[in-house]
């Protein structure tokens, strides 16, 4: 008999909760945000409803800019998530530990060897989130005048992964001989340098940190624009995207899966999980009461400030209760700012609407209900080939993240479409993706003559 087909779930962890007014709700404490053991907690709860993984987003800058754009909500990314997942997975088993770590100011050498330590340290449970940072205030930091243009991160990235992936292929899984009786510790014929130079980035290798566990750690990919989606296709082994509507993620996911054959890969090599934010009660009037509340903390006039520091989208000047002029299609979030404007355009949106979308959950959908309401609505995108799972975006810490535990997934169990407990030990196994074989001839063959770049321009 076959095996019904189960979602992947993530368990996004962002500070006190997704909503941009989590903090101020009565049952939040506010200090949580600064606690190692509030990140604890959350983490072996998501382990112990057997979550595929936990997921930390990062920024390399106060979204903003000063001072003044943190004055009223905490910043989002307070800890370095790489050290935060090294230390929860001395507190965890089983669960997936993905990073998010930029692609354009940190060299392929020190990601491919941080990711791979977090490899060895977690049993094979780590995933790297790649992206490519987004905006002025992250470039400033590193020392430059301004962001790179949007194709040109894109085709910075696809040489970066290509050479992470080399390094990791960089050993043999059984380069370690370790014979006493002879003295030899390595097989010198079983590592291999990797010998880059490409066009932004040069190597040598090979990687001292070995094989990872995993054979490579899971790649995640976010970016929806045209190069993003090139770049997931090409080389991630999950895609996390942010869709509004049923026809739209369906459109996004087939379009997706058939530009990962024409990158000569099977179409279900990749698992694709959009972002839901989730607020369900036992009756649905408890769940709206339950949003309202948070909506409520918002004042829309301060808020339209943050589409400016979020997506370079200047509405300060906008009436509240007319339609939003039309976004500047920067070099920075360029899939994220198109997203909000057809969004605004096909349901007749106001700015003071339009507010509330991003203070909910930023693009990502949200999901209001009972258990039941909650389920159909996440089991109707997932029959219809448009997700492969979801990455949960629990509105409060913890309250929030409690109620979708409590509620949504016995639901889904029910139902058969997740599982009951873990049935393997890496991030792989518990998203079904074979653990890749070495590839260093033809990963150096790509990073050498720049075809996987060429095909991402």
């Known amino acids: 008999m076959a095996v019904r087909r189960q979602m992947a779930l993530g368990a996004f962890i962002q500070g006190l909760g997704h909503h941009a007014a989590a903090w101020r709700h009565p049952d939040v404490d506010p200090a949580d945000f600064f606690r190692f053991d509030f990140y604890r907690e959350i983490a072996q709860k998501a382990e112990a409803a057997a979550f595929d993984a936990i997921f930390f987003a990062d920024t390399l800058g106060i979204q903003g800019g000063g001072p003044e754009a943190i004055a009223w909500a905490p910043p989002m990314y307070h800890f370095e998530p790489l050290t935060l997942l090294s230390a929860l997975a001395t507190h965890t088993s089983r669960i997936g530990l993905i990073a998010t770590?930029?692609?354009?100011?940190?060299?392929?050498?020190?990601?491919?060897?941080?990711?791979?330590?977090?490899?060895?340290?977690?049993?094979?449970?780590?995933?790297?989130?790649?992206?490519?940072?987004?905006?002025?205030?992250?470039?400033?930091?590193?020392?430059?005048?301004?962001?790179?243009?949007?194709?040109?991160?894109?085709?910075?990235?696809?040489?970066?992964?290509?050479?992470?992936?080399?390094?990791?292929?960089?050993?043999?899984?059984?380069?370690?001989?370790?014979?006493?009786?002879?003295?030899?510790?390595?097989?010198?014929?079983?590592?291999?340098?990797?010998?880059?130079?490409?066009?932004?980035?040069?190597?040598?290798?090979?990687?001292?940190?070995?094989?990872?566990?995993?054979?490579?750690?899971?790649?995640?990919?976010?970016?929806?624009?045209?190069?993003?989606?090139?770049?997931?296709?090409?080389?991630?082994?999950?895609?996390?995207?942010?869709?509004?509507?049923?026809?739209?993620?369906?459109?996004?996911?087939?379009?997706?899966?058939?530009?990962?054959?024409?990158?000569?890969?099977?179409?279900?090599?990749?698992?694709?999980?959009?972002?839901?934010?989730?607020?369900?009660?036992?009756?649905?009037?408890?769940?709206?009461?339950?949003?309202?509340?948070?909506?409520?903390?918002?004042?829309?006039?301060?808020?339209?400030?943050?589409?400016k520091a979020f997506l370079d989208w200047d509405l300060s000047g906008v009436d509240l209760d007319s339609p939003p002029t039309p976004p500047p299609l920067t070099q920075g979030w360029q899939s994220r700012q198109l997203l909000f404007y057809e969004t605004a355009l096909a349901e007749k949106l106001t700015v003071r609407q339009l507010v509330g979308r991003l203070t909910a959950a930023r693009g990502h959908w949200v999901l209001i209900g009972t258990p039941t309401e909650v389920v159909d609505q996440l089991q109707a995108w997932f029959e219809a080939g448009a997700a492969d799972g979801f990455n949960i975006l629990a509105p409060t810490f913890p309250g929030g993240f409690d109620a979708i535990i409590a509620l949504v997934l016995p639901e889904l169990r029910r139902r058969g479409l997740f599982r009951e407990a873990y049935t393997g030990t890496t991030l792989r196994d518990h998203l079904g993706l074979p653990r890749p074989v070495p590839q260093r001839d033809a990963t150096m063959a790509e990073c050498q003559n720049g075809t996987l770049t060429d095909a991402l321009a």
């Open 101 to 307: 770590v930029s692609a354009s100011y940190l060299a392929p050498y020190h990601v491919a060897r941080k990711f791979a330590a977090l490899d060895n340290l977690s049993g094979g449970r780590a995933g790297w989130n790649c992206v490519t940072s987004a905006s002025d205030v992250e470039a400033v930091n590193f020392g430059l005048a301004g962001q790179l243009p949007h194709d040109e991160r894109y085709a910075r990235a696809a040489e970066h992964v290509a050479t992470v992936k080399a390094l990791w292929d960089s050993w043999d899984d059984d380069a370690v001989v370790a014979d006493k009786a002879t003295g030899q510790f390595y097989d010198p014929a079983r590592i291999h340098p990797v010998e880059r130079q490409g066009a932004y980035f040069t190597t040598r290798g090979p990687l001292q940190t070995g094989r990872p566990p995993q054979g490579q750690p899971v790649v995640v990919q976010a970016g929806s624009s045209e190069a993003g989606q090139a770049l997931a296709a090409a080389t991630a082994d999950v895609i996390f995207t942010a869709q509004q509507s049923l026809a739209g993620a369906k459109a996004f996911a087939d379009g997706l899966r058939a530009q990962v054959v024409a990158a000569g890969r099977p179409a279900d090599s990749v698992r694709i999980m959009p972002g839901v934010s989730i607020y369900v009660a036992p009756t649905r009037a408890e769940a709206q009461a339950a949003f309202d509340r948070l909506q409520g903390f918002i004042d829309p006039a301060r808020t339209v400030h943050a589409f």
